[in-house]
């Protein structure tokens, strides 16, 4: 099973900030925070990961919680193109992703 | 450089019939990890191969295996195939057993 839960969908208007929360109460301290999106029957994209500290690029931010039982995934200013579902996985291995449903974001114009 | 190639994109088969599929991952990328998706399972894991080893399986039965070759390109097989194998399969590749893992766009298969 997943150890994270997101919800199962959002909406979120095209040009404001999108924010994905992402809860893993039981994360161990060797997991990082991963997450990944796909858009409509493509492979998964990479989006961004961390382990303790705040991450920022160019696609987006990501946000964990001091006591690390929590993310939230920040894209600063959501387009049309964002639209997609939103991954949230914690792993220390990488390479054995337990995916869940994910979040199901939607941009509206 | 070229990402993930994952061939073919599209795969029709009967049930019974044996079914292989292939990637070849990004340039110097070592490990490369299976998935299957399906609308009511998921993403699912399949399995890992890092150096020609396989390193991890998920919880597949016996009909779906796998292989790596010295120049990293990996295959999968699925023998005497169900309905049920109708998914997409994904592929991805990490430059080693610890990063960031990098999708193919899937072969999808439909099994009539």
């Known amino acids: 099973d997943a150890k994270t839960t997101q919800p199962p969908s959002m909406d979120c208007a095209e040009g404001r900030a999108a924010n994905l929360p992402c809860n893993h109460s039981?994360?161990?301290?060797?997991?990082?925070v991963y997450w990944y999106r796909q858009i409509h029957s493509q492979g998964p994209q990479y989006i961004i990961h961390?382990?303790?500290n705040n991450e920022t690029n160019e696609m987006a931010s990501l946000i964990i919680t001091e006591d690390r039982k929590s993310s939230t995934l920040i894209l600063p200013h959501a387009t049309l193109r964002d639209t997609a579902v939103y991954y949230c996985?914690?792993?220390?291995?990488?390479?054995?992703?337990?995916f869940g449903p994910g979040t199901r974001l939607s941009v509206l114009p | 450089k070229a990402g993930v190639t994952q061939t073919p994109r599209y795969l029709i088969k009967t049930r019974g019939q044996q079914v292989t599929l292939s990637c070849s991952p990004i340039?110097?990328?070592?490990?490369v990890s299976w998935y299957q998706q399906t609308p009511g399972q998921g993403l699912q894991f399949l399995f890992e191969?890092?150096?020609?080893?396989?390193?991890n399986k998920g919880n597949f039965p016996g009909r779906f295996s796998g292989r790596q070759f010295s120049n990293s390109r990996s295959e999968m097989n699925v023998s005497t195939l169900e309905l049920g194998d109708s998914a997409l399969y994904l592929c991805?590749?990490?430059?080693?057993?610890?990063?960031?893992?990098?999708f193919g766009a899937g072969t999808r298969l439909s099994v009539l």
């Open positions: 039981t994360i161990s301290g060797n997991e990082y």
């Open positions: 996985i914690v792993d220390n291995y990488g390479q054995n992703f337990v």
């Open positions: 961390g382990l303790k």
């Open positions: 991805a590749s990490s430059p080693n057993t610890q990063n960031i893992q990098y």
């Open positions: 191969y890092f150096s020609e080893t396989q390193r």
């Open positions: 340039s110097g990328h070592r490990s």
